[in-house]
Nanobody
Framework: VQLQASGGGLVQAGGSLSLSCTGS????????MAWFRQPPGKEQEFVAA????????YYSDSMKGRITISRDNSKSLVYLQINNLKPEDTAVYYC????????????????WGQGTQVTVSS
């Protein structure tokens, strides 16, 4: 599975963004999809994951309530909606795919997109 993330940009605090990740390959729908992020100078962290069907989601505690992950297997797309953006959400956001069960450990995901930068101004 090859992945390409998009949708990042510069947003004011309180705003919203919708990130997209396009997958290529016929096995996209067989994979759990996840988003991770890496703030400047910090380690990568889990954001959200969705199972192959899109029916089950798992969110990080730090962002729960402000984010929604979804997918459209017919288009090989996974989305991350982020609302009420905060300056601390500034990070490079990565999408990832794996044959796992909604894992939060990045090492469980075999395929990664190149990342999209989200910058939130105060």
């Amino acid at each position: 599975v090859q992945l390409q993330a998009s949708g990042g940009g510069l947003v004011q605090a309180g705003g919203s963004l919708s990130l997209s990740c396009t997958g290529s390959g016929r096995s996209f729908s067989n994979h759990v999809m996840a988003w991770f992020r890496q703030p400047p100078g910090k380690e990568q962290e889990f954001v959200a994951a969705v199972d192959w069907s899109g029916e089950r989601q798992y969110y990080s505690d730090s962002m729960k309530g402000r984010i929604t992950i979804s997918r459209d297997n017919s288009k090989s797309l996974v989305y991350l909606q982020i609302n009420n953006l905060k300056p601390e959400d500034t990070a490079v956001y990565y999408c990832a795919a794996g044959i796992v069960a909604l894992k939060t450990d990045s090492t469980e995901y075999a395929y990664w997109g190149q990342g999209t930068q989200v910058t939130v101004s105060s």
